[in-house]
């Protein structure tokens, strides 16, 4: 076994809450919004339920990807443990990024959500950045209005880094 059942059990008590707190605040804002047209201003209704979604679903997965791993584990499976858990502790699609996509303010169950998974410690150290800096933004920051000054910016970024 690659960690002790006490700590197994806490990773995945905290991705579950998270996922659930996400599945909840997507259920509400479908029951706010009702039926939004796709459009691509950050922020809008639809871009809102696009980025929760993506939050609840990338939570979704980092918990079968866990879950996969401990059941190898506890079958005697090492190597396999390993390599799934390897895949678990990558850093989540669209999580935090779907926040970018969303209204502000955030509702309670995201922020909840996301301090839930940054706390965490079991994601790579830039995923709590990436949240902290998606929880401070005071507005939806995705889709961008204007992709050639979204473009230039990220790479004027990465030539620094």
């Known amino acids: 076994m690659f960690h002790d059942m006490t700590e197994l059990a806490r990773i995945a008590r905290v991705l579950e809450e998270a996922h659930a707190l996400l599945e909840g605040e997507h259920k509400r804002l479908e029951r706010q919004y009702g039926p939004t047209p796709y459009d691509a201003v950050a922020g809008s209704p639809a871009q809102t339920l696009r980025g929760i979604s993506d939050l ?3 939570m979704a997965t980092a918990l079968k990807q866990f879950a ?3 059941g190898y584990s506890v079958l005697g499976l090492d190597e396999r443990a390993d390599r799934m858990l390897r895949v678990a502790r990558m850093k989540p699609v669209s999580f935090p990024s779907g926040a970018d ?8 169950d995201t922020v909840r959500a996301m301090e839930l998974v940054r706390d965490l410690g079991f994601f790579p150290v830039e995923t709590a950045i990436a949240t902290d800096v998606a929880l401070a933004a005071p507005q939806a920051t995705y889709p961008p209005a204007d ?5 230039r ?3 004027d970024r990465s030539e620094r880094q």
């Open 101 to 108: 996509r969303m209204a502000r303010p955030l509702g309670e």
């Open 153 to 155: 910016e990220r790479r």
């Open 147 to 151: 992709w050639n000054a979204y473009e």
């Open 56 to 58: 609840s679903g990338a």
């Open 68 to 70: 996969l791993a401990v």
